[in-house]
């Protein structure tokens, strides 16, 4: 069974530091990886989706990479703001040979918490 | 361009009601996706749809129901409410195939069964 992990669960930074969240997952088999935003009480908002076949895809000051073999991922936030606050949610899509939910859900981590200390 | 909309984002149930969650999208999207989120937990998926007419299960569906009369909608019907089905409720929509395709989420109902 697919299993995906983020550590650290929560992290601390000042205005301006480049940060790196971490996300590694059991089976290398999957279609691709997707990188959210969750703020408080609100849902989820995607970031980057990278296919199974790239290594890496970039947004604004985002980045985000895929080391499928290693099960791997990793989001770059480059030059962080206090308005980055926020939870970071990694999920991948496990690809599978048969029909079913394995085929369309998404297994998510539980999410890295980030405050950007003004 | 709404994108993905789900009422009520509140709702406090007693243990035996029955409601309703709403779900819409305006993207044309065939898939969509109903998700709870517990505390300190990744989002788990109750059901799916892949198009109009057409649902499946998917990892936590006892306790819930859906249909899907239009490719618009998806409501997830909750019978006989009980304590475990405290949750945050995310809806979700996609399209294109199946190895590509990306995941919008709604807003959330935030729902309490006491």
């Known amino acids: 069974k697919q299993e995906v992990t983020q550590i650290p669960a929560a992290l601390s930074v000042p205005e301006g530091e480049n940060l790196v969240l971490n996300c590694s997952f059991t089976?290398?088999?999957?279609?691709?990886l997707q990188w959210f935003r969750q703020d408080p009480g609100k849902g989820l908002t995607s970031l980057l989706l990278?296919?199974?076949?790239?290594r890496e895809q970039t947004s604004g000051r985002l980045n985000a990479s895929l080391d499928k073999s290693s099960g791997r991922s990793t989001l770059y936030i480059a030059a962080s703001q206090p308005g980055d606050s926020a939870t970071y949610l990694c999920?991948?899509?496990?690809?599978?040979?048969?029909?079913?939910?394995?085929?369309?859900?998404?297994?998510f981590g539980k999410g890295t918490k980030l405050s950007v200390i003004p | 361009n709404a994108g993905v909309t789900q009422t009520p984002k509140f709702r406090i149930l007693k243990i035996g009601q029955s409601m309703t969650l709403q779900c819409a999208q305006d993207?044309?999207?065939?898939?969509m996706y109903w998700y709870r989120q517990d505390p300190g937990m990744g989002l788990k998926l109750i059901y799916y749809s892949v198009g109009a007419g057409i649902t499946d299960k998917g990892e936590v569906p006892n306790g819930y129901n859906v249909s899907r009369s239009t490719t618009e909608d998806f409501p997830l019907r909750l019978e006989l409410a009980a304590p475990s089905q405290t949750s945050v409720y995310f809806c979700a929509s996609s399209s294109g195939t199946v190895s590509s395709y990306e995941q919008y989420f709604g807003p959330g109902t935030r729902l309490t069964v006491t």
């Open positions: 089976d290398s088999a999957i279609y691709n």
């Open positions: 999920a991948v899509r496990p690809r599978t040979h048969h029909s079913g939910a394995g085929s369309y859900q998404l297994t």
């Open positions: 990278i296919q199974s076949s790239q």
């Open positions: 993207m044309n999207h065939n898939y």
